[in-house]
T-cell receptor
Framework: DAGITQSPRHKVTETGTPVTLRCHQTENHRYMYWYRQDPGHGLRLIHYSYGVKDTDKGEVSDGYSVSRSKTEDFLLTLESATSSQTSVYFC????????????FGQGTRLTVV | GDSVTQMEGPVTLSEEACLTINCTYTATGYPSLFWYVQYPGEGLQLLLKATKADDKGSNKGFEATYRKETTSFHLEKGSVQVSDSAVYFCALSGLRDDKIIFGKGTRLHILP
């Protein structure tokens, strides 16, 4: 199994509070991604990174920010959590070369009350 | 931009039935194509992939053929098992920026 760890695995937080989710990899892969999974919407890309300090927005980036100060860590921050951000969040990594697949973490279930 | 469209579920079949989950894509050039599977409470894992036209990916009895002429990558299995119950995602990796784009997923229920 690819070395990818998400923390925390579960979190309940209050509306308006900041929340940071962490993704840690031991594969030295160039690309890291944050997705959210919601019923009826499948997987939607929030942000992704193609190198240290190199990040870009996905299709649902509003209300989220990311940082990647080291190859192995990719942080997702909800600046002021809202109930619409209740979801399951998945981190993924890939080498980024054509034809290589992504490897996924186990997911973080976030509930905003 | 690049996109993936897959049939909506849920799909319910009896054990030993034949399975086809349709997937079509829109992309520039020749993307790589993937099928991922997600079992309950778990993350996604790669089921199979194909990197060029006419390639056939296969794993665990599942197959999918990269059809450039119809921009399709349909997932097939000749005889499904209860243990195949899961959500299946079609995905592509484009040429322009290596982002992986997913379809919305198809939930599969197999009845004993």
């Amino acid at each position: 199994d690819a070395g990818i760890t998400q923390s925390p695995r579960h979190k309940v937080t209050e509306t308006g509070t900041p929340v940071t989710l962490r993704c840690h990899q031991t594969e030295n892969h160039r690309y890291m991604y944050w997705y959210r999974q919601d019923p009826g919407h499948g997987l939607r890309l929030i942000h992704y990174s193609y190198g240290v300090k190199d990040t870009d927005k996905g299709e649902v980036s509003d209300g989220y920010s990311v940082s990647r100060s080291k190859t192995e860590d990719f942080l997702l921050t909800l600046e002021s959590a809202t109930s619409s951000q209740t979801s399951v969040y998945f981190c993924a990594i890939s080498a980024g070369k054509l034809g290589t697949e992504a490897f996924f973490g186990q997911g973080t279930r976030l509930t905003v009350v | 931009g690049d996109s993936v469209t897959q049939m909506e579920g849920p799909v319910t079949l009896s054990e030993e039935a034949c399975l086809t989950i349709n997937c079509t894509y829109t992309a520039t050039g020749y993307p790589s194509l993937f099928w991922y599977v997600q079992y309950p409470g778990e993350g996604l894992q790669l089921l199979l992939k194909a990197t060029k036209a006419d390639d056939k990916g296969s794993n665990k009895g599942f197959e999918a053929t990269y059809r450039k002429e119809t921009t399709s990558f349909h997932l097939e299995k000749g005889s499904v098992q209860v243990s195949d119950s899961a959500v299946y995602f079609c995905a592509l990796s484009g040429l322009r920026d290596d982002k992986i784009i997913f379809g919305k997923g198809t939930r599969l229920h197999i009845l004993p």
